[in-house]
């Protein structure tokens, strides 16, 4: 059975910073893609930033680049959303995901499969 689990969520003031990590390890596939995607309440999810193990290459949501780093440890069993410069309106429940991609990019939640609880971010500012 495939569990993601995320950490680090909380609550911070605006331009601060925040690191998110998610558990993947029960994942087992070789080369997969690796998400975060965040949620508003009473909207669906967006894709904030995608990487594929296979290769390390990197997507990102047009309103987080240049903020945020999606990255993962050697063994990709951990994945990571180094969040800077964070802004009230990031504010959301962030979820990891897991799944092997799809016609639609990595961003698209039709790219995965697996996905965890989600983690609160809040900015105030």
């Known amino acids: 059975q495939v569990l993601l689990a995320e950490s680090g969520g909380g609550s911070v003031q605006a331009g601060e910073s925040l690191s998110l990590s998610c558990d993947v390890s029960s994942y087992s596939a070789s080369r997969k893609y690796l998400g975060w995607f965040r949620q508003y309440p009473g909207k669906e999810r967006e894709g904030v930033a995608a990487i594929y193990t296979g290769s390390g290459s990197t997507t990102y949501h047009d309103s987080v680049k240049g903020r945020f780093t999606i990255s993962t440890d050697s063994n990709a069993h951990t994945v990571y959303l180094q969040m800077n410069s964070l802004q009230s309106d990031d504010t959301a429940m962030y979820i990891c995901?897991?799944?092997?991609?799809?016609?639609?990019?990595?961003?698209?939640?039709?790219?995965?499969?697996?996905w965890g609880r989600g983690t609160q971010v809040s900015v105030s500012s």
């Open positions: 995901a897991g799944g092997p991609g799809s016609w639609y990019g990595p961003l698209s939640q039709r790219a995965y499969n697996y």
